[in-house]
């Protein structure tokens, strides 16, 4: 292994555009998450994301492995970081840096490396005023040497709605008697709706981050806004 060489960069082009080393950047994500390469329509998808969150993109190459290992021009670790928002207490949010896509590969870890592209982040929101930063982790314990602890939880619900939206019956009656009602909106005002209701929401929810641009493509109708391999759906809004 030879020296390493740390990069941060933006992406190239216009929405829809492909750029050379940020697919590699991409390539590198769904290595280092042992993911299968998602192609180069969602790879797009992808940038396109990390444009229009303005994220920072950190890259580590090895441009002295070995030859018969995956090319110099794929990076051996990646680290991302974006302007955010987080409600500290109901009726107060703060901007927040996020942090995202972290990634190193077997073969180069401890070698300081996460150490060195989170210490740099962290510098980056300080130097920028941001008090807080954030980031969602299956393994929480990696980070807690930097500072990161546990502030809020996710989980994710699924409806079945094939026969209708069966609610309870103390459900529907107090639904009924609030005078709100449930509607399908056309893709043109969901995207409105959404935005308003979730910014009331994140204002109440202490924990709750701002919505990434992935939920708000979800919003807007596509069919893969987290441009997963695999992840195409057919989305209907609907609104209570």
Same mark, same amino acid.
């Given at each position: 292994?030879?020296?390493?060489?740390?990069?941060?960069? &933006?992406?190239?082009?216009? !929405?829809?555009? =492909? *750029?050379?080393?940020?697919?590699?950047? @991409?390539?590198?994500?769904?290595?280092?998450?042992?993911?299968?390469?998602?192609?180069?329509?969602?790879?797009?998808?992808?940038? /396109?994301?990390?444009?229009?969150? =303005?994220?920072?993109?950190?890259? @580590?190459?090895?441009?002295? !492995?070995?030859?018969?290992?995956?090319?110099?021009?794929?990076?051996?670790? %990646? $680290?991302? *970081?974006?302007?955010?928002?987080?409600?500290?207490?109901?009726?107060?949010?703060?901007?927040?840096?996020?942090? +995202?896509?972290? &990634?190193?590969?077997? +073969? #180069?870890?401890?070698?300081?490396?996460? %150490?060195?592209?989170? +210490?740099?982040?962290? !510098?980056?929101?300080?130097? *920028?005023?941001?008090?807080?930063?954030?980031? %969602?982790?299956?393994?929480?314990?990696?980070?807690?040497?930097?500072?990161?602890?546990?502030?809020? $939880?996710?989980? +994710?619900?699924?409806?079945?709605?094939?026969?209708?939206?069966?609610?309870?019956?103390?459900?529907?009656?107090?639904?009924?008697?609030?005078?709100?009602?449930?509607?399908?909106?056309?893709?043109?005002?969901?995207?409105?709706?959404?935005? *308003?209701?979730?910014?009331? $929401?994140?204002?109440?929810?202490?924990? !709750? &981050?701002? #919505? %990434?641009?992935?939920?708000? /493509?979800?919003?807007?109708?596509?069919? =893969?806004?987290?441009?997963?391999?695999?992840? /195409?759906?057919?989305?209907?809004?609907?609104?209570?």
């Amino acid at each position: 292994m030879g020296e390493l060489r740390y990069e941060n960069f &933006t992406v190239d082009g216009a !929405q829809g555009s =492909n *750029d050379p080393r940020g697919a590699e950047f @991409v390539r590198a994500i769904d290595y280092g998450f042992l993911e299968s390469p998602r192609g180069a329509e969602n790879e797009v998808a992808q940038l /396109d994301r990390f444009r229009a969150e =303005n994220t920072v993109l950190g890259a @580590v190459y090895d441009d002295g !492995q070995d030859p018969r290992a995956v090319g110099s021009q794929r990076p051996v670790a %990646t $680290f991302g *970081d974006y302007r955010a928002s987080v409600c500290v207490v109901p009726g107060v949010v703060l901007p927040a840096q996020m942090v +995202t896509e972290v &990634t190193v590969r077997g +073969t #180069h870890r401890r070698r300081g490396i996460l %150490t060195k592209l989170m +210490t740099s982040a962290l !510098q980056r929101a300080k130097d *920028d005023g941001l008090a807080l930063s954030l980031l %969602t982790a299956s393994e929480g314990g990696i980070y807690g040497r930097f500072g990161f602890g546990v502030s809020a $939880f996710s989980s +994710t619900v699924t409806i079945p709605v094939a026969k209708g939206l069966q609610l309870r019956a103390e459900v529907a009656e107090s639904l009924k008697s609030s005078g709100m009602s449930v509607i399908v909106p056309s893709w043109e005002a969901f995207a409105t709706m959404y935005e *308003d209701v979730f910014a009331a $929401f994140q204002l109440a929810t202490p924990g !709750q &981050t701002g #919505h %990434t641009q992935s939920y708000r /493509d979800r919003a807007a109708g596509k069919p =893969n806004p987290w441009a997963v391999k695999g992840e /195409d759906r057919a989305w209907r809004p609907l609104v209570v």
